[in-house]
């Protein structure tokens, strides 16, 4: 197969947003941005170093036909769900919620020095949406790093050169790295051609693709063009960025707050069952 190098789309910054009961963040993209980023409904990042900013947390709400991934990079977030599950999601950790018919759950971020990383949601298949909810909680050593000279893997989800990462997804099965890159190396990935690919950068800058000369820094999601192969060139100070890649579900979405549905119907269905306190099946 003729090597073809994957570039670049389009660059967001996203828009500085307050959700929960108050918690500042930035939405890198989101309910505009669908058809884009297929199977990825979703991305907030957040990174600060001042409590006030997050404490106020996301009290209990309600979760369904989705995934939520959240990862930290640094910090510590309180969590409980209507399965049981509650702990602590801390630095280098994540947390894979599969709300699937239902599930109610509160986020609650607590003082750190500084609270750094980001939440993705990841849509379901309409033939999955309404499958039992699913918790599981990633510590960091659950998580392979593959370490290569001025590299550094670390595998949340999907394989990299053989390496099976912390989890595979059960129903969309999603390429999640956290990749570290020294200055000036370069490191590359082979995909799909088909999938979604984005990065966002959390430290650092580097050139993507091709082109060498333009460098885009930290903070910035990149979006790419179809394409075989990832590239990325670190640049002086280098590079720290989450990679995501996946299969997109090209399926119709009706999404209404923290719902994902397929149609009008089944989100007010949901809605309604709320109401009724017929939400939780599991």
């Given amino acids: 197969?003729?090597?073809?190098?994957?570039?670049?789309?389009?660059?967001?910054?996203?828009?500085?947003?307050?959700?929960?009961?108050?918690?500042?963040?930035?939405?890198?993209?989101?309910?505009?941005?669908?058809?884009e980023f297929d199977p990825f409904l979703m991305m907030d990042a957040f990174d600060s170093t001042d409590p006030?900013?997050?404490?106020?947390?996301?009290?209990?709400?309600?979760?369904?036909?989705?995934?939520?991934?959240?990862?930290?990079?640094?910090?510590?977030?309180?969590?409980?769900?209507?399965?049981?599950?509650k702990g602590s999601i801390l630095d280098g950790q994540c947390q894979w919620m599969t709300s699937g018919s239902g599930i109610i759950h509160q986020e609650m971020p607590q003082p750190s020095d500084r609270m750094l990383g980001v939440q993705i949601w990841l849509n379901m298949p309409a033939a999955q949406k309404m499958s039992a909810p699913r918790y599981c909680g990633i510590l960091k050593e659950d998580?392979?790093?593959?370490?290569?000279?001025?590299?550094?893997?670390?595998?949340?989800?999907?394989?990299?050169?053989?390496?099976?990462?912390?989890?595979?997804?059960?129903?969309?099965?999603?390429?999640?790295?956290?990749?570290?890159?020294?200055?000036?190396?370069?490191?590359?990935?082979?995909?799909?051609?088909?999938?979604?690919?984005?990065v966002y950068i959390m430290q650092g800058s580097a050139a993507f693709g091709a082109d060498d000369e333009k460098l885009v820094s930290e903070k910035h999601l990149i979006l790419f063009n179809e394409g075989n192969t990832f590239t990325v060139k670190a640049a002086e100070a280098g590079v720290r960025f989450l990679l995501l890649a996946g299969a997109p579900l090209k399926e119709s979405i009706a999404w209404g707050g923290p719902i994902v549905m397929n149609t009008d119907e089944e989100l007010q269905l949901a809605f309604r069952e709320l109401d009724e306190g017929t939400f939780i099946k599991e």
């Fill in 1 to 35: 197969m003729k090597n073809h190098i994957r570039t670049i789309k389009k660059i967001i910054t996203g828009q500085k947003a307050v959700d929960g009961a108050g918690v500042k963040l930035i939405r890198i993209f989101g309910y505009h941005e669908t058809k």
């Fill in 143 to 198: 998580i392979p790093v593959i370490e290569e000279q001025g590299q550094k893997v670390h595998i949340i989800s999907g394989s990299y050169k053989g390496h099976q990462g912390a989890v595979e997804g059960e129903y969309v099965k999603p390429l999640y790295l956290d990749v570290e890159v020294d200055p000036g190396v370069s490191w590359s990935v082979d995909c799909d051609p088909s999938w979604t690919l984005f």
């Fill in 52 to 85: 006030k900013d997050y404490v106020k947390g996301f009290p209990w709400h309600p979760h369904r036909g989705i995934e939520t991934i959240t990862y930290l990079v640094k910090g510590d977030i309180e969590h409980g769900d209507s399965l049981g599950n």
